[in-house]
């Protein structure tokens, strides 16, 4: 017998699917008001020894997250963990990883990072805001546009959201740069380099898309050597973690020039404090660490964990298990 613990409108959403599977499964429901059930009645958790734990989108949506990580840490039975996170900075993977407990992390949101990034980087490539500008001024103006085609673009992180830029920059003609821990080659990239060959890099590149896990080594990463190095007029994409750019070394290189156009969704702090002056900058883009938030994301979450709670039964390899 394997006991999951999910949240009850996972559970209700996912019934059939979980039904269909072969194993002897028993689900600890958590429930809006943070306590576990089970068969409809409240259970305590020394009693409820879960196996398996699956820390979707909608516990965070609910608020649950802190009660739902305390009852995985505190079971102690607690075997493999499916979260809906793509990067596992949050100090409390750490202390699961320090039980033993398995992580595979999402790779559900990097088809709408990357339909994001390609869509904020065309934005600012054709100037959508002078043509709604013109229509709105009800003037006939031609407007002469930047393309894609042919530009170089360096990718610092090249897990399941790089990799998914990089098949949709390909799809441009665009040429792709790497960057990865291991410097392995691989074929959705022209050149892979590691983090230390970086600053040869930068003067060559159009624009720079940040994707990579935040730790020691890409904390500050882009700071005032970084933009000193960087070919003037490039773009800057930040999808990854605030922390990973120096803001006043990035306002700086914008007010230059040097980087003309900034495309930010995650900041430090956050929520970005009213008085930031990025706010005011024309040419940097903000939305509020949601470049994840396709309508479809949260579906291919559910998939992900049921494809791995197959492999996890099967005794599998299981996709995107941290090491």
Known sequence: ????????????????????????????????????????????LDAAQPEVAWLNVGVARANLTQPYVQAVLAAGTVKWLQTFNAGLDQPFYQAMLDQGIRIAASSAQAIAIAEYIIANILACYQDVFA?????QAHQW????????????????GFGNIGQAVAQRLRAFECEVVAVRRSGQAHPLANEVITLAQLADHLPQVDGVILACPLTEETTGLVNAAFFQCLKPGA??????RGKIVDEPALIDALHRGVVAQAILDVFD??????????????????SPHSSNAGENTPLRGDLLFLENLRRYLAHEPLLNEAN
């Open 269 to 286: 702090p956050e929520p970005l404090p009213a008085d930031s002056p990025l706010w005011d900058l024309e040419n940097v883009l903000i």
């Open 141 to 156: 103006q031609r407007t002469v546009f930047k393309e894609l085609w042919h530009t170089r673009w360096l990718l610092v």
């Open 131 to 135: 043509r709604r500008a013109y229509q």
């Open 235 to 240: 773009t800057l994409v930040n999808i990854a």
């Open 1 to 44: 017998m394997t006991r999951i613990l999910i949240d009850e409108q996972a559970h209700a959403r996912l019934k059939r699917q979980l039904q269909a599977i072969e194993a002897d499964l028993t689900f600890i429901l958590m429930k809006a008001d943070g306590l576990l059930y089970l068969d409809g009645k409240p259970i305590a």
